[in-house]
């Protein structure tokens, strides 16, 4: 009976066949993304960086030159000479005359699908967050990336207060999401119908970063000033 | 000659339009409903798996004799895998902006039963020229749903085709076409079309082979 069997199905194919098929379809695959990747590489971290460099002066209009400044707890800022990977840094805008017209920070956080990154513009004359811009982000098509080019949404940003308190370390008031239509006060978030969680993950970003970096810089204004 | 022309027209027509793989076949709904929000997406998407398609088809049936039938399924994917990454790092090198607007569903390419359907179906069984015609009418032919689909959500949704404003200002928006919804009812809109001209053919031919019968029996 079992013999009946065997003999009925078809003649298997030998383990080393198969090996040969998947290992060399594997190294040639795997030959050919690395070739692509590396060809690749330099036009893609030139495209990123040419889109930080319009990301940054967006968000500061008035700037016209813009310097990296690396932040160290110990010793403040200093600037930024070519490539620093992993330190948190931030981008000092600078008008015609040299002067000091804000500073541009990078933040990221979680929102509905994936890490978003943005990058904002802080102006320390008004004590305002005067412009955002997402640089990074899944959300999902036609909801959450409304937090990229929604005017009304984006219009939260032209002037959200984000001033010191009595206490020189921390923001006077967090900034919080609010529902559509219910904002009442400059560090209120209008959220956006629709894309809930991707706008309250936009405020809460803001809110960690601003926390963090706002009292940093205004401790340090005067390091930042002769960047250019 | 003549019957082997007619079957490679065949094999490239027929993608287009007799079994366009979304309004006839129904395949690739996930990338056909989510990136169709505009027609630059739509037709970026469209293409990107068309290239994917043509490239996996052109491979898997060149290598046809040497995948075993055991392991065939994991090469197809690893080769559909790969263009599929070659497609993300070219798409990131040409535009961010459009790779960002794209978001995952470049990589979800990969699962996009369509590709792996042809490779199944047509590549492991036909030789390469069959194979790369199969695969680009089957691509032009998604590519072409996709742009139906997303030029009309683009024109209702935005009142804009490809960015440029067709209206005039007074033009009220349907946000719901944007909206995942407008998908559903775009795609729903389109098949009734297609199958509306695919039954009217249909009968037109009936009536006139039944005019030809009855003529031949006078």
């Known amino acids: 009976m079992s013999h009946a069997v065997e003999a009925a199905r078809p003649a298997q194919t030998s383990a080393w066949h198969m090996y040969r098929a998947m290992v060399s379809v594997g190294v040639v695959c795997g030959l050919l993304i690395v070739g692509v990747f590396q060809a690749t590489l330099p036009i893609i971290e030139r495209n990123k960086a040419e889109a930080l460099r319009s990301a940054i002066f967006h968000v500061l209009p008035d700037a016209t030159t813009s310097t990296t400044f690396r932040f160290d707890e110990s010793g403040g800022f200093s600037v930024v000479k070519g490539e620093s990977a992993g330190m948190p840094q931030v981008y000092a805008g600078y008008d015609d005359d040299h002067q000091l017209v804000g500073l541009a920070v990078e933040a990221q956080g979680m929102g509905y699908q994936d890490v978003i990154r943005l990058i904002y513009g802080y102006s320390f004359v008004d004590e305002t967050i005067i412009g955002i811009q997402v640089l990074d982000s899944k959300e999902t098509p036609g909801l959450g990336d409304k937090i990229e080019n929604d005017p009304e949404f984006l219009a939260n940003f032209e002037r959200l207060d984000v001033s010191l308190g009595e206490d020189p370390s921390a923001l006077a008031r967090a900034i919080v999401p609010v529902r559509h239509g219910n904002k009442t006060h400059p560090w209120e978030v209008d959220g956006i119908t629709g894309a809930t969680i991707s706008s309250k993950a936009i405020a809460s970003i803001l809110d960690g970063s601003a926390q963090y970096w706002v009292p940093r810089i205004r401790r340090n204004l005067e390091a930042l000033q002769g960047g250019e | 000659m003549a019957a082997s022309t007619k079957s490679s027209t065949d094999d490239f027509i027929k993608g287009l339009w007799k079994e366009n793989p979304v309004f006839v076949q129904v395949l690739g709904m996930c990338p056909a409903l989510a990136v169709s929000n505009s027609a630059r997406n739509a037709l970026a998407m469209g293409l990107a798996t068309a290239f994917v398609l043509v490239m996996s088809n052109v491979v898997v049936s060149s290598l046809r004799h040497f995948i075993p039938k055991e ?26 902006d459009l790779y960002k607007a ?23 069984k036909n030789t390469v020229a069959r194979s790369t015609l199969d695969g680009l009418g089957m691509g032009i032919g998604f ?15 935005a009142g804009s085709l490809f960015g440029t404003q067709l209206f005039h200002d007074r033009f009220q928006d349907w946000v719901v076409m944007i909206l995942p919804s407008g998908g559903f009812f775009t795609l729903a809109a389109w098949l ?27």
């Open chain 2, 71 to 96: 392991v065939r399924i994991a090469t197809y994917i690893l080769v559909i895998a790969t263009f599929v990454t070659l497609v993300d790092y070219v798409i990131q090198a040409i535009s961010l």
């Open chain 2, 102 to 124: 794209l978001g995952a569903f470049i990589s979800l390419i990969v699962v996009n039963c369509l590709i792996l359907g042809r490779a199944e179906a047509f590549a492991s």
């Open chain 2, 143 to 157: 590519a072409f749903a996709l742009f139906s689909i997303g030029a009309v959500r683009e024109i209702f949704g």
């Open chain 2, 192 to 218: 009734l079309l297609f199958n509306w001209v695919k039954q009217r053919r249909t009968k037109t031919q009936g009536d006139s082979t039944l005019a030809l019968s009855e003529g031949a029996a006078r």
